[in-house]
């Protein structure tokens, strides 16, 4: 069965405006989310999951807006995301972001970044603005699968695309990102 949230405004004072955790197929859309920890929390075994028309903001100067880990399947649309880390995701599978913007709030914040061993991502018509002192898009060590990225501007941070040592049979597919005043 699908579960729909829509119209809402979800605040967590001390914690998330949004957590779904071993839950499947959820809709959120047209919302509002900020937390004190994140905005919004796509948790383990969270599936088939999207979140569009919608904006997820955080207060913590050292959690991200989004924070997904150990989901399958979960989609981000034409939704803003803002927090220190906009968005961080991490042993999570087949992940995309479209038509979606990503601000980094901290000086060294990233837009997007992927840690502990992701399988498959796809940003797609995004806008990832980094901090400073930050990253657009980082890519930490270990991440498997396909990156695929297309038609994504990357702003404001001193590096727009950062990648460590991956995993193998990493493969990242590029058909556009545009550097736009890099710091």
């Known amino acids: 069965d699908a579960n729909t949230i ?3 405004t979800m605040i967590g004072i001390a914690n998330y405006g949004l957590q779904l955790s071993a839950a499947s197929t959820y809709t959120v859309t047209q919302s509002y989310m900020w937390g004190g920890q994140y905005g919004a929390w ?3 075994d969270a599936r088939f999951s999207l979140i569009s028309l919608s904006t997820m903001s955080s207060n913590s100067a050292g959690n991200p807006a989004l924070y997904i880990t150990g989901s399958t399947s979960s989609t981000i649309q034409s ?4 927090g220190s880390t906009a968005a961080l995701i991490s042993g999570a599978i087949d992940t ?3 038509s979606s913007v990503l ?3 901290n000086t060294t914040g990233s837009a997007l970044a992927l840690t502990g061993a992701n399988m498959g991502l ?3 018509s995004s806008t990832l603005r980094g901090g400073p002192l930050g990253s657009g898009l980082f890519l930490d060590i270990g991440n498997g699968g396909g990156i695929a990225v297309s038609s994504v501007i990357v702003t404001g941070s001193a590096r727009g695309l950062e990648i460590s040592t ?3 049979g990493f493969v990242l597919a590029v058909d556009s990102i545009t550097f736009r005043g890099l710091t």
Request: proline share 5%; hydrophobic share 40%.
């Open 96 to 98: 995309k972001i479209n």
């Open 103 to 105: 601000v980094a709030t």
């Open 166 to 168: 991956q995993a193998p």
């Open 6 to 8: 829509s119209l809402s």
């Open 42 to 44: 796509l948790n383990t």
């Open 122 to 124: 796809t940003v797609a």
């Open 79 to 82: 939704s803003y995301i803002r």
